[in-house]
């Protein structure tokens, strides 16, 4: 996840004192990843772009309860320091309670993703008092848009009005998007609604190709359209870093979002280019396998949610820790490898170590090979700094 306020508030302090921010240093010791769980497959909507392909059904085999705990313990001993609890809906997940009131007593950062649809006044309390630290409710557009794509009339009004009970309990919410070119047009009308509604955050999602984004991968938006709303994203960004407004903007799922940024920024506070390429790198892209952690409803351990045909041990047969630790698995020592060992136009791109080699799942999910280049990258060769082949072979003859 890139956090681009972040980025931006550094750029805006530099502007105003003539010397770039000096960075919080990082915790030392190993690095533990966020885990996003997903306490069910169960939900009440049907949406186009779901990674878990869930439906409003029951799902055999999910985990009780006491497992739930037992793995809590273990995340907690091992170090981890936050939770997303996920699904499909995670409301419809019998032990989300409890398993949140103990993720609190053990000192998680505690999120929760939620569609929003379900949230009446006594959910809204009920999540209030377990102490959420962020709930993410998911957008797709504006009313029509987004009733489309959930497949369900009155999702919006739904989920506007959760939002707005939140809000008003005091609650940290924002607003997830995952753009499409079935839905872009809704995207700067999104934006809008934001700052209406007051949402403290914004995550603007790139489509992964995943459980029904897979499905849907031929409705990915084209790059100039990415491209449009990555700019439209930063302005927004700026404005807010700008005037010290307390919201985040962050996007995900491609991680060539942050060298954009660079290109961005560059182009305008030219002078803060080089202190900014540093942070960007410090960052380091695509944290799948590293920083970031799946364990779907049954117990399966994944790289990360875009990953779950992508098995790596189940907490039934071996502890979290354990499955996180053991290398033997090929695809989780190739994501923690550095350099990875990414190929093709991937493999020879100088501003790799900001990006990390971005999205590894699309690049599987088009050409079966986990380090061929990402066919998500909107970025051409020229603003990458790759040479073209026919200079290498010049060169080299």
């Known amino acids: 996840m890139l956090r681009i306020t972040q980025y931006l508030r550094e750029i805006a302090e530099a502007e105003r004192t003539g010397r770039y921010p000096v ?5 030392a010791g190993p690095r533990r990843p966020v885990v996003i769980w997903n306490l069910t497959r169960r939900c009440n909507l049907t949406c186009k772009h779901c990674y878990a392909a869930s439906a409003d059904h029951a799902y055999p085999g ?3 309860q006491d497992e739930m705990l037992a793995v809590l313990a273990d995340l907690k001993a091992y170090g981890v320091p936050a939770l997303i609890l996920s699904g499909g809906e995670p409301l419809l997940a019998p032990a989300l309670w409890p398993v949140a009131a103990r993720a609190r007593e053990l000192g998680f950062h505690l999120g929760l993703s939620t569609n929003g649809t379900l949230i009446d006044d006594a959910m809204a309390r009920r999540i209030a008092d377990h102490g959420f630290d962020y709930v993410g409710i998911s957008l797709d557009g504006l009313r029509a848009t987004h009733d489309r794509f959930r497949r369900q009339e009155g999702a919006f009004d739904a989920s506007l009005a959760a939002l707005r009970r939140l809000r008003g309990l005091g609650v940290s919410v924002g607003l997830r998007y995952t753009m499409t070119d079935l839905n872009a047009d809704d995207f700067p009308a999104l934006l809008a609604l934001m700052r209406q509604e007051r949402a403290g955050k914004f995550y603007f999602s790139h489509l992964n190709y995943a459980g029904r984004g897979h499905i849907h991968r031929a409705r990915d938006a084209r790059f100039l359209a990415t491209r449009v709303a990555m700019e439209q ?3 927004e960004a700026w404005l807010a870093a700008w005037h010290g407004e307390p919201v985040e903007y962050v996007s995900g799922n491609n991680d060539a979002d942050g060298v954009f940024l660079h290109r961005w920024a560059g182009a305008r506070w030219p002078r803060w280019q080089a202190p900014l390429r540093e942070r960007l790198a410090a960052w380091g892209g695509n944290a799948s396998g590293v920083g970031v952690a799946n364990i779907d409803n049954l ?7 875009m990953w779950w045909h992508h098995d790596l041990g189940g907490v039934r047969e071996r502890p979290f820790s354990a499955i996180w630790e053991d290398r ?3 695809l989780l020592d190739g994501l923690r490898r550095v350099p990875r060992p990414l190929k093709g136009r991937c493999g020879a791109c100088p501003a790799a170590d900001i990006c990390n080699g971005n999205t590894r799942v699309r690049a599987h999910r088009v050409s079966g090979d986990p380090w061929a280049e990402d066919p998500g990258c909107y ?3 020229d603003e990458l700094g790759l040479v073209p082949a026919s200079e290498v072979l010049h060169e080299t003859a």
Not at 23 to 27: D, G, L, M, N, Y
Not at 299 to 305: A, I, L, S
Request: charged share 40%; net charge negative; proline share 17%.
């Open 23 to 27: 960075p919080a240093r990082r915790p």
């Open 62 to 64: 999910e985990l009780t």
């Open 233 to 235: 994203l930063f302005d």
């Open 299 to 305: 117990g399966r351990v994944h790289p990360d949610t």
């Open 328 to 330: 033997s698995d090929p």
């Open 379 to 381: 970025l051409d060769d």
